[in-house]
């Protein structure tokens, strides 16, 4: 029942956020992605380790493909995201956890970034109220 509930929240969440919210929610996905690809790891869940590693692949591979290369800054992030995909993909060799907690600093970094820069935004759309 709870699990229901949370995914009807987390389907309106989605369905009314903006596009910077939408870019958050995708962070914060991938830092609790990570958090739980670790913690399998510790436990010796190699498989589910590497099927939450795929999610967090493919969260990156929806960041890449979202950016509007017109500006430099697109094209900044998505040399550090291709980076932050390699990083992952190396890790499936190496098994060293150094490199998940490399890529959870820089999402989590995204993450206060995001958050950030909405704020910036509300508060730029009610000062232009105001």
Known sequence: MQNAQQQQYLKVQVETASPGELTLLLYQEMVKSLLQAKQLYSQDQYEDTNQVLFKVRNIINELIVTLNMDYDIARNLRDLYMFYNR????????????????????????????????????????????
């Open 87 to 130: 990083h992952l993909a190396t890790f499936f060799i190496k098994k060293d956890v150094k490199i998940l907690d490399d890529v959870l600093e820089f999402a989590r970094g995204m993450v206060d970034t995001w958050k950030q820069a909405i704020q910036l935004s509300k508060a730029g759309v009610q000062h232009a109220k105001g």
